[in-house]
């Protein structure tokens, strides 16, 4: 799980092939994330917080927006899970 920039929601991933923003106080589910084929191994803001990466055992990331979910770009070409991803700090 990563807590968004300012710490008002937490994004975790799933085996059940999701991930999920909930509001950290709460932890009233505000937005999931579906499309990945596998098990969500890691989920994490951006530095932002306008986007979120996910890193699925279907072998691909990806970016979507987390206000919306749209996917904006996936990664492919691993042979293997991809375990976990992460944003640059800038």
């Known amino acids: 799980a990563a807590f968004s920039p300012d710490g008002s929601l937490v994004i975790t991933a ?5 991930a999920k923003i909930r509001d950290s106080k709460t932890g009233q589910c505000t937005q999931t ?5 596998g098990n969500v191994c890691s989920a994490a803001f951006s530095p932002d917080g306008s986007l979120v990466i ?3 055992e279907d072998q691909t990331a990806k970016i979507r927006d987390s206000k919306t979910g ?3 770009q996936t990664f492919k070409g691993h042979e293997g899970n991809v375990c976990s991803a992460a944003f640059s700090p800038d």
């Open 70 to 72: 749209q996917c904006t």
């Open 33 to 37: 994330f579906k499309g990945h084929e």
């Open 14 to 18: 799933s085996e059940d092939q999701t």
């Open 54 to 56: 996910t890193a699925s």
